[in-house]
């Protein structure tokens, strides 16, 4: 089974929220219920249609999308630094 067997990222769904596949519930909705102290039995019944391996395809799409972010820095102070 590969990410996007859990993930969906449609605009016709939460406005292209990246989403459990088949779900209305965003991965940001888990991840920041997660970081609030949630568990994840929690999140299990909270969300009944949910798995452990979907919570878990959500934080590895959020590890993912970090993974492959690209910051660009702009302005007068944005690398002349030399601390």
């Keep these: ?5 859990r993930i969906e990222i449609n605009p016709h769904v ?9 779900t209305r519930v965003p991965v940001e909705l ?4 997660l970081s609030e102290g949630a568990s994840e039995r929690d ?5 009944p249609r ?6 878990h395809a959500a934080m590895r799409y959020a ?11 702009i302005g007068k102070d944005s690398g002349d630094r030399k601390d």
Excluded: C, N, S, W
């Design 1 to 5: 089974m590969t990410l996007t067997d």
């Design 14 to 22: 939460m406005l292209g929220k990246a989403v459990i596949r088949g």
């Design 30 to 33: 888990l991840l920041r219920k």
């Design 43 to 47: 999140l299990l019944e909270a969300y």
């Design 50 to 55: 949910l798995t452990r391996e979907d919570i």
């Design 63 to 73: 590890a993912d999308t970090l993974a492959h972010e690209q910051v660009v820095f």
